[in-house]
């Protein structure tokens, strides 16, 4: 079993280092995890068809459905970020400021729902890729939202319409988010992979099958597992389960 201790292991991390310093180093450094390398950057509702056609509807029913279940979310972002959190299909992609949590998604969920496969770790330059549409800095919503309002720019497209994804750090509304260290890329109505179009500021790099054993180790001994990362009922079950010792019967 290749474990962290492995050259093969060391040569991950060394690739990890080797995409950061093409990125050019920066200070400011956000992760993503895919348990399947063929997965490309893609928000929820862009993977359909007619997701964006669909787009206020959900936007304007989770808003009046939720009121009652929810505290009254005056922020646009605020009723954004609560959508992603309950898988509701946005706009938004998932990235964390944490090496570790992006690990986790790719490694923990390689092994549960595509065993077979390559994972892939992700890493982006926030700042490289809002330059790309003319913003000088990460946007912090909703303290930017006079500026940068969600309907405003991608249903009205004013002050502008989005040629690329812009990258936001929001206020931490839940626990996850906290955990998690999350901050969005908000992506604007194109389908190609990003890595490709935009690659002076998004690398790829691929986690082989053989090394998710090593990864999981790099995991445990890190304290990182469903508990840590998703601190609730739902997270706990997720724990309990996984070192429960249980032995399916099929």
Same mark, same amino acid.
């Given at each position: ?125 926030? !700042?490289?890729?809002?330059? #790309? %549409?003319? =913003? ?5 919503? /909703? ?5 940068? @309002? *969600? ?64 990864? !999981?180790?790099?995991?445990? #001994? %890190?304290? =990182? ?5 998703? /601190? ?5 079950? @997720? *724990? ?11």
């Amino acid at each position: 079993m290749t474990g962290i201790s492995s050259p093969e292991w060391s040569t991950f991390l060394e690739a990890i280092k080797d995409a950061k310093r093409a990125l050019g180093s920066p200070d400011v450094l956000w992760y993503r995890g895919h348990p399947n390398s063929s997965f490309y950057l893609l928000a929820s509702l862009l993977r359909y068809e007619n997701g964006l056609v669909q787009e206020r509807g959900l936007f304007t029913d989770f808003r009046k459905l939720s009121d009652r279940i929810l505290k009254r979310r005056d922020s646009e972002w605020e009723t954004l970020f609560e959508m992603q959190h309950y898988g509701v299909p946005t706009r938004l992609l998932d990235w964390s400021e944490t090496f570790g949590i992006a690990l986790f998604f790719a490694a923990t969920y390689n092994q549960s729902h595509h065993p077979d496969r390559d994972a892939a770790i992700y890493l982006l330059d926030p !700042l490289k890729l809002n330059r #790309l %549409s003319g =913003i000088g800095s990460v946007l912090r919503v /909703p303290r930017d939202e006079d500026q940068f @309002g *969600y309907t405003k720019i991608y249903w009205e497209h004013k002050p502008f319409a989005p040629s690329a994804p812009i990258a936001v750090e929001p206020i931490f509304i839940n626990d996850r988010m906290l955990a998690q260290r999350g901050v969005f890329t908000v992506h604007h109505d194109k389908i190609e992979p990003l890595e490709d179009e935009f690659p002076t500021a998004i690398k790829k790099v691929v986690l082989s099958n053989s090394l998710i054993p090593a990864a !999981l180790e790099f995991l445990e #001994l %890190s304290n =990182i597992n469903m508990l840590s990362v998703f /601190p609730d009922l739902a997270g706990l079950s @997720g *724990y309990l389960k996984s070192t429960s010792g249980l032995i399916p019967r099929w």
